[in-house]
Structure formats: C-alpha cells, structure tokens
C-alpha cells in the first residue's frame, strides 16, 4: 500500500504489468509527438513569432511611431483624436500601448505583409487583435517585429489583456483591412 | 530530545507524535479558514464576471481579483501542503516531528506574512494582482508579506526533511519510504527550488517599491517571476498525485500496480518540471523559439509523460484492489461498486478525471508554442486553472479533509448527507465554471477584465452574444461551486468544533472513511505483494486511458486547426 514502504524491500525489480508498459510507451510517443510539432509548425505552419526584437526606450520608439503617423495619416477613428495611418506596403508599421490606448489605429490591405513593430510606452500590455484572435504580450522597453499577413477584411479591434490598471477595460485600438 | 510524546491513533495504528498532531491541525484549519476568505473573494470576481450582474465597481473587483488568487493559490494550498508533508512524514513513518519549534516558526511566518499582504491590498494601492508584474508597483507591504510567508513555507520544508532523516536514523520504519512520501518528497524539493526563483525575484522587488533599486526589467522578471510562479504549480502537482495514492490507499488498500513505475515518474517530475515557466512567455519578445520550445515542453513533455503515468496507475490500483475484492464482472463492475456516496473517493475520483481532462489537456495545447497565440491571456487561461488548481488540487486536499479532520480529531462529521454531496457541488460546478471560461477564452474574452461590454472604452467592441452568454453561466455555475464550497467549510470547521466524539473503535465504517489497515507490524507487510501480482490486469482503466488519449488528441488538433485559420504571422 503507497503508505506504508513498499512490500517488497528491494521494489526496484518487481515485474511491470503489461497495461502499464503498454501505456508508458503510447504515453511516450504521444509526448514526442507533440514536442517535434513545434519545430514541424516552424518549418511548414503560417503563424509563428519570428522572434526579432530589440531594446528601445519608450521616447525612441514614440518618435518612430510618431514620424509614421505624420507621413501616412489618411483619418481619424471617430472624434477620438486618433489618427488612422495607412503605410505603404513594405515600410515599417509601429504601434504602441500605453495606459489606455494602442496608438495610431491602422489601415492595413488584405493579403499585404506588414512589419509591424509592438512597444509599451509604460507598463505591460497585450495585443489581442479580435474577432481574429491573435494574442501577443507588449513589454515596455523591448520592440517586438511581428510580420502580419491579414487574411480577412474588415474592422478589427485591439483589446488589451494584460490588466494594466484602473483604465485596463477601456483600452481598445483599431485595425482597419480593406480588399485591394 | 527522543522525548516526544505518542499517541497511538485507533483507526489506523499509526504512531501520531502529539506535537505533530497539533501542527497538523493548525496548517489545516488555518489553510481552511484562508480558502473562505480567497473563496469569498471568487465569488464576488465571478459575480462581477458575470455580465447581467456586474456586481463590483471597477476598482474593487481588480482589488478583489488580487485577494482572491493570493489567498486560495499561495496561503490556501501552501497551508494544506504544509500539513500534508508533516503527515507524510512524521505520522506515516511513524517517527517524531524533527524540531517542532521551527515547524512553529514555519506557521507563524506564514500567518503573519498572509496577513501583511492581506492588509496590503484590502488598503488600495496594491491591486497588481498576485503576478506583480513590475513596472506596475504595489506597497512594500504587499511583497514583504509574501516573502515571509515563503520563507516560513521553506522552513516547513525543512522540517519535513529533518523528519525523514530522523525516522531513517531512528529506524522507524524499514526498506524505502512510502510511495505517498516520496510523492511528498518531490513536492518538497520543487518547493525548495521555486522557493528560491521567489527569493531572486521578490526580494529585489521589494527593495525597488521601497526606492533602493530604480529599475527591473520587466522580461527578466516575468521569465524568473514564473520559475516561482509556474514551478509552484507543479509542488500542487506532486502533492496532489500523493494525496490521490493516500486515498486510494486507504479507502481501498489498494497497493500501486508497480512501486518501480510510480517512483519514476515522480522522479520525472523532479527532473523536468522546473521548467515550463516558458508556458507565460511564449509570445513575449525577446526569448527565442528554441528555448520556448525547450522550456515549454518540460524537454520532450517528458513531465506531461509523468502525469499521464499517474493517470493509469492511481484508478489502476483501485481497479486492481477491487478485482481481488472480487468486483471483476465486466470492464467497470471494480468503478460501480466503489464507495460513491464516500466524499473521500468520489472527491478523489473527481479531481482525478477533471484534472486530466480538463486541467492536463487544456494545460499540453496552451503550453504548445505557436497554439498559444490564440488563447495567451484570455479567460481561457483562468478557465485551464481552475481545472488543475480547484478541480484538481483544491477538490483532492477536500476528499482528504474528509478523511484527514475526522481521523486526527477522532470526531464524526456533523453533516455525513451532505458530505455525500459536497463534492458533485464544487467539483461539477467548478469543472462548469472551467470549460465555460475556456469556451469564453476561444472567443478572445480576456483575463482580468472588469467590463466586457467596452462600454467605457473611446472605441467600441462588441462580443458575440455566445460570449456573454457563457460568461453568465459561468456566474450561475459560480454559484453552484461556491454552495459546494461553504457546505465544505462548515463541515470542517463544525467537525472540529461540535462533531460528535467518535468511539475509539471506529465505529463508522463507510462515510467516516473506514480504518485502512489495523497496526502494521514489519511481518505484515511481507504478506502483502505487487499490485499488479498474480492475473492483476486492469482493462477497465485502460480503456479510460484510451479514452483520455483520444480526447487529448482531438482537442489538440482541433486547436491546430484553429490556430491555422488565422491571420498569417511570420
Ligand atoms: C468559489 C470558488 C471560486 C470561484 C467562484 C472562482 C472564480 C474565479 C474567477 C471568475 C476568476 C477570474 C478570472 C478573471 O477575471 O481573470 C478567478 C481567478 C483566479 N482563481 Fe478562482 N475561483 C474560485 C476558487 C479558486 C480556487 C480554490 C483557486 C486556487 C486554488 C483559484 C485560483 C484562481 C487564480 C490563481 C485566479 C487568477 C487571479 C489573477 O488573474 O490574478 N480560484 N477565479
Ligand atoms: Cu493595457
Ligand atoms: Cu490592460
């Protein structure tokens, strides 16, 4: 009985059932299984992380945002004062968190891969890009590129879900694709 | 110092030295007591969660969310485990307790520490939630009191490390410590490491919200935050496993079908489950895919090989132990004839099929690298641990009170009927509560949000009504756990205060959880053998394994299926 010591002093050498060997092997090759999917996904899958990221202070990577903003503003989302920015297919896209914004909204086309840039200006955030459902965490202080492929159109919204304080549920962007 | 005092306990033979009998009662009471107050502040979270009721006002309901994860994940559990790994080792090796007084230590650093950090965030500013994740700063009070209760945790550790040396000097037993102990034992030892990524992490902090230190990376300390974070879950892990093998043990005598198996894969455990803590950083910036790949699958899943092991050999040896009592008709006669109305099984057999199929499964496709960028930080994830952690390990530590509290207290439960119930209550309302976060999380709800309707936000975002919907359920099937959870507390504390005194012959022989075995002489145990011994196959538990098997497999490739249907990321 497992609370007492085991019947047997030497236990290291009782024969194993055969269910149970049967089972540690099925068990087993279900794990590397699942473990080699992974790197098959990297090889063969369309969303992985490609895993570039830099450090970068919160003013260096406002100024890139900023700079953007003014070269591709084409709006504004609504009467909120923030800018809807179209970059040309092929430059670098920034966007960043911070308490309780995602800034600038984005007008993205379908089928186009962007190099989006992700950083918080102050404290943790998350991107989640909904209905879609991609969730990526924003850490202030490191930029992270992610190359975006939008396969649908329409509106989209940012939500965060990082708790980020008191605003953390009011904390929402736009990301606009049209058709090309 | 061989001066301890013994009592002989009449149900099990066991050798109980008084202090440890003391101690015991005080972590258990202590953590039950902790599991109201974190279970009060769960209901109001879900009462807040549920969108037709919106319960709290913002602020409380972050505050509330912060009290509710620290006071049932750390004080509730770790006070439980405390208690476990003296009776593990003083009581079941029939020895004394090694230094009792630091035991004492152990309880009172705790306490206070729990205390502190209560009054931390019952007084505003430190709503961070129990991660802390820097640079949002709580009070210094907030860390300082974790960090006491951690450290009196590692002295509890300690203890219990004495105690097995002890009973091994002492000769209180012979061969090789129990299967339960060594279960106890890998729980002790993954405490001790998570104990020290806590103090690396935690103890900068708290110099940093007092001023000392003006900056901590906030990736350096999610990734080490989660080494104390993630490994800790894994303690619950290897304390829960144990208590299932107790359990079965006890109620059914039933012996593990191969000591060989079962120790390995506790020792798997030890090898490979301090990492994972990349499961919480796999779409953060900064780490690479080898090593998320690496860490996330506890090497080749080899920890999840380990569980899946327990898996089949904890109903496997009930299955075997009831086959020798003679329940062999068919596949299942061994499952049908089992003491259901017992809370001490049916909670055990509950949070063994729960914690697999809803905690284990959920666990393996989140912790996938890419699979996580469809749920990371969605309701999903409190959805997952709600299936390891409350349906897994609360409802476990539950079916063992049932046992535990009349045993040590030799009182008789003061509501047997509704023991009966208590663990359908919580355990299937809980196991709701888990798949209908899940089934919000797959819809984008996140974590830790007090208004889903957006109604605040400058721009707008709708849910789909399913989405609301299963967030109102989730209210309802809230409350339906939380009946289950009160019907527990009061039994327990009423046990203890008014429960009838029982008659030193134990006279209850079914609810009361029924004597496993009179006092074991050393000869007794040289009549006993091998679980799996003679024509012991277990086919019924097999089938359950496939049964899991087939499950897991489909839910994982649905999930890949899912994530496939995604925008493209590269
Ligand atoms: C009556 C019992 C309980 C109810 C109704 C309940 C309900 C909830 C709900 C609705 C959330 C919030 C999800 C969110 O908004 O992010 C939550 C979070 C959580 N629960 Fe529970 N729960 C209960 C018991 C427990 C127990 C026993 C444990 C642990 C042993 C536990 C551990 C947690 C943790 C760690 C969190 C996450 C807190 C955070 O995000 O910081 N819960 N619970
Ligand atoms: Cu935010
Ligand atoms: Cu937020």
Redesign the pocket.
């Known amino acids: 009985m497992a609370i007492f010591p085991p019947a047997k002093a030497v236990w290291w050498n009782e024969p194993v059932e055969k269910s149970e060997i049967l089972w540690v092997v099925i068990a087993l090759l279900w794990s590397l299984f699942m473990f080699f999917m992974m790197p098959y996904w990297h090889i063969t899958g369309k969303q992985n992380l490609s895993n570039e990221a830099y450090r970068i202070s919160a003013d260096a990577f406002a100024e890139k945002t900023e700079a953007m903003a003014d070269k591709y503003t084409v709006g504004e989302v609504g009467d909120t004062g923030v800018p809807i920015v179209a970059p040309p297919v092929g430059t670098d896209v920034y966007l960043y968190g911070r308490r309780w914004e995602w800034w600038p909204a984005l007008k993205f086309k379908k089928g186009e891969t962007y190099r989006l840039h992700l950083s918080s200006l102050d404290w943790l955030h998350g991107f989640s890009l909904q209905p879609v459902n991609i969730n990526l965490q924003v850490q202030p202080g490191y930029e992270m590129v992610v190359n975006i492929t939008p396969t649908t159109s329409g509106e989209f919204s940012i939500l965060c879900n990082e708790?980020c304080g008191i605003g953390h549920h009011t904390m929402v962007g736009k990301i606009y694709v049209t058709d090309k | 110092m061989t001066t301890a005092l013994f009592r002989t306990c009449p149900d099990t033979g066991f050798k109980i030295d008084l202090k440890v009998d003391k101690l015991i009662k005080w972590n258990a009471v202590t953590a039950i007591v902790f599991?109201m107050v974190?279970?009060v502040f769960?209901?109001g979270?879900?009462m807040?969660?549920w969108p037709a009721v919106h319960l709290l006002p913002a602020d409380w309901f972050y505050l509330a969310?912060?009290a509710?994860?620290v006071d049932?994940?750390l004080v509730?559990?770790i006070f439980f485990e405390m208690a476990l790994l003296y009776f593990c080792s003083a009581i079941l090796l029939n020895s004394r307790l090694a230094a009792p007084k630091v035991a004492w230590v152990q309880y009172g650093m705790m306490l206070v520490g729990a205390l502190i950090t209560n009054v931390a965030i019952l007084q505003g500013d430190s709503s961070v939630?129990?991660?802390s994740y820097v640079p949002m700063k709580a009070a210094p009070a907030f860390y300082l009191g974790i960090i006491l209760f951690a450290v009196g945790a590692l002295m509890g550790c300690f203890v219990f490390l004495g105690t097995l040396y002890i009973a091994k000097k002492e000769k209180t037993y012979e061969g090789s410590i129990p299967l339960v102990t060594f279960g106890a034992l890998t729980a002790c030892i993954i405490a001790i490491f998570t104990i020290g990524a806590g103090a690396v992490i935690l103890i900068p902090t708290l110099l940093w919200s007092m001023d000392f230190i003006n900056y901590i990376d906030p990736l350096i300390y999610k990734v080490i935050w989660w080494a104390l974070g993630h490994a800790s879950q894994q303690v619950?892990v290897a304390a829960h496993i144990s208590v299932w093998y107790a359990i079965a043990a006890i109620l059914f005598g039933a012996k593990p079908l191969s000591e060989k198996v079962s120790r390995t894969a506790f020792f798997l455990y030890i090898l490979f489950l301090q990492l994972a803590s990349a499961h919480h950083l796999l779409v953060d910036p900064g780490l690479s895919s080898e090593y998320k790949i690496f860490n996330t699958s506890y090497a080749l899943y080899l920890a999840v090989l380990a569980s899946m092991i327990h898996g089949l050999t904890v109903p496997g040896a009930i299955e075997a132990a009831q086959r020798k009592k003679g329940y062999n008709k068919g596949l299942f006669e061994w499952l049908r004839k089992a003491p259901w109305g017992n809370p001490v099984f049916s909670g055990m057999f509950l949070s063994l099929n729960m914690f697999g199929f809803l905690g284990g499964i959920s666990g393996v496709m989140m912790g996938t690298e890419q699979l996580n960028i469809i749920i990371h930080n969605t309701?999903y994830?409190?959805g997952h641990?709600?299936g390891t952690?409350?349906v897994g390990?609360?409802l476990a530590f539950m079916a063992f009170s049932y046992w535990l509290v009349p045993t040590l207290w030799q009182r008789e439960l003061v509501f047997p009927k509704l023991a009966k119930w208590q663990p359908y209550l919580?355990g299937l309302?809980?196991g709701m509560?888990s798949v209908l976060?899940m089934g919000a999380g797959t819809l984008g709800v996140?974590?830790?949000?007090w208004d889903m309707s957006y109604s605040d936000a400058a721009m707008p975002y709708e849910f789909p009504a399913a989405a609301f919907l299963m967030m109102g359920l989730?209210?309802v099937f809230?409350?339906v756990?939380?009946v289950?959870?009160i019907i527990f507390i009061v039994q327990m504390v009423g046990t203890v205060m008014w429960g009838k005194k029982k008659v030193p012959a134990a006279a209850a022989p079914e609810t009361a959880a029924a004597p496993a075995a009179p006092a074991r002489t050393p000869e007794a145990s040289a009549v006993s053998s091998y679980g799996s011994a003679g024509t012991m196959e277990v086919p019924g538990t097999f089938v359950l394994a496939l049964i899991f098997l087939v499950t897991f497999m489909l839910y994982y490739f649905v999930n890949w299926k899912y994530l496939s249907s995604v925008w493209g990321l590269s």
């Open positions: 708790y | 599991l974190g279970g769960g209901l979270v879900a807040t969660r969310l912060t509710h994860g049932v994940l509730w559990l939630m129990f991660t619950n309701i994830v409190p641990f709600h952690v409350v390990t609360t919580f309302g809980m509560v976060m996140p974590r830790r949000l989730n209210g809230a409350l756990a939380g289950g959870a």
